[in-house]
């Protein structure tokens, strides 16, 4: 599929029934939501694109913004031609917001755990070291400064981290991350704006994920007039990848109701 500015964007479709599109965070591409997908393909028609920036898509411009995401899932939602619901997992969740807030046809929206407080020009060193650290080659100062700067990772789950390489078969994502650290740094931490968000929504979280993930997604429940809460008990924000049937049984409830 072309998008507005000519960036190929690829997906997967799968299943059949009202048409879901589900939208990957940072560092993911086509498989991200593939553990889930298998337990929502019985009931749904599933549209899972890869953004600008993953492969198989094109790289998109640069500096990315929302802006430019916004208008991939414009562009696909006219190739399913019929409104969606819309579900994104962190990262993705934020663009997610972005669709919705922006117009889109969305009768609803999932969101898993979206990082908006790291948004704003703070960012902007991060950027600046993440690029001249991939420029290196050096993937496990790169991975661990994207855990300790943008994912706010504890410092005893960053030690576990360095305490091996990334596998040679791990696709490279830093073209990826890239781009998402343009946007996210040209973007607002602004939290009452979603207040404009007003399709049903499913916030979903891991119980022992880490702060300011809790405090930041009490914060956006407050904001959004229709909302829906699930917490997933003993979960962290890997959670789809670690419980996908859980995850896709509490979509499956809500988007039966919405």
């Not at 207040?195 to 407050?222: F, I, K, Y």
């Not at 997933?232 to 509490?250: K, L, T």
């Amino acid at each position: 599929m072309e998008s507005f500015d000519g960036t190929a964007i690829s997906y997967r479709q799968l299943g059949s029934g009202p048409p879901v599109v589900l939208v990957h965070g940072s560092g993911g591409g086509l498989h991200s939501w593939q553990p889930v997908a298998e337990h929502l393909s019985a009931r749904f028609e599933l549209w899972m694109p890869a953004r600008r920036g993953y492969a198989p898509s094109g790289p998109g411009r640069s500096p990315k913004r929302f802006a430019d995401e916004v208008g991939d899932l414009e562009a696909l939602i006219a190739e399913i031609g019929r409104p969606v619901d819309l579900v994104g997992m962190s990262y993705g969740a934020t663009v997610a917001l972005h669709a919705v807030a922006s117009g889109l046809p969305v009768r609803s929206l999932v969101l898993w755990e979206p990082p908006l407080y790291a948004a704003g020009e703070e960012l902007t060193p991060v950027l600046d070291e993440f690029a001249a650290l991939s420029a290196t080659g050096d993937r496990r100062r790169a991975d661990r400064l994207l855990a300790e700067k943008v994912a706010r990772v504890p410092a005893a789950l960053l030690d576990l981290m360095d305490a091996g390489e990334p596998a040679d078969d791990e696709p490279d994502d830093a073209l990826g991350w890239h781009r998402d650290l343009e946007s996210l740094a040209a973007d607002s931490a602004d939290l009452g704006r979603w207040s404009t968000v007003t399709v049903p929504t499913l916030l979903m979280r891991g119980a022992d994920t880490w702060q300011p993930m809790p405090e930041t997604l009490d914060r956006l429940a407050n904001a959004l007039p229709h909302v829906t809460r699930t917490t997933f008990p003993g979960q962290m924000h890997f959670a789809p990848s670690v419980v996908p049937e859980a995850v896709a049984a509490e979509i499956t409830r809500f988007l039966s109701r919405s």
